[in-house]
């Protein structure tokens, strides 16, 4: 396999994935990474007690953390456990809070996300999951697909990693448009993920 200057096997980046929900994405990055020279998962993050991820977590004996709103937007936003944890990148997998400031600072350009549809359009506050693909929908669209993009401090906003298209076909329903954009997702993102880590800032001025 290529190696890359920035990672050997001794260097390997931990990767913190922050997700809400069943947690199909996060599955996916922990199987793409287990052997990968670059990188490896070694946190879950969630912000929903019972949430589906938390099972993929116990099952794959990976350590959770578990976090609360006031902390997390008007604490110190669990900077610095992840920096005891040794967190290097970020990850969001659906993750539906917005992420603060602090964390922002703490991990420039080293915060990445997937959004279910092609941004510009379709992003901002409220647009995910069904929600996005009910608006493909109704406006008429003839394609939609994946944006992955590095975070900043305002919804589906910063700058963009990568997209990929999907057509929208007769009969479509907002849950035929969200099978195929999951394997979008499910293809792309953990390699994508990996391209950033190699060659993105893993540290400031990096």
């Known amino acids: 396999m290529e190696t890359n200057q920035r990672t050997t096997v001794t260097s390997k980046i931990k990767l913190a994935v922050f997700a809400s929900g069943a947690g199909s994405n996060a599955q996916k990055l922990i199987d793409y990474f287990r ?51 040794q967190i290097g990148f970020l990850v969001l997998a659906g993750f539906l809070w917005k992420i603060p400031a602090k964390l922002i600072d703490a991990f420039p350009k080293r915060i990445v996300n997937i959004h279910p549809a092609l941004l510009p359009k379709f992003g901002g506050r409220g647009m995910y999951g069904q929600y996005v693909h009910e608006a493909v929908l109704q406006a008429g669209e003839r394609e939609s697909g994946i944006t992955i993009h590095y975070v900043d401090e305002q919804y589906d906003n910063g700058d963009i990693i990568f997209q990929t298209a ?41």
Do not use: M
Not at 40 to 59: F, M, Q, T
Not at 60 to 78: M, S, V, W
């Open 166 to 206: 999907c057509p929208i076909v007769a009969g479509d329903t907002p849950e035929s448009i969200a099978q195929r954009i999951h394997q979008l997702e499910h293809l792309h993102y953990p390699r994508v993920v990996e391209e950033v880590v190699k060659s993105g800032p893993l540290s400031p001025g990096g």
């Open 35 to 85: 052997d990968s020279p670059v990188a490896s998962v070694a946190l879950i993050v969630c912000n929903k007690p019972g949430a589906g991820v938390l099972c993929i977590a116990e099952n794959e004996n990976l350590p959770t953390l578990l976090i609360e709103k006031e902390n997390f937007f008007r604490g110190d936003a669990y900077v610095p456990k992840l920096a005891e944890l």
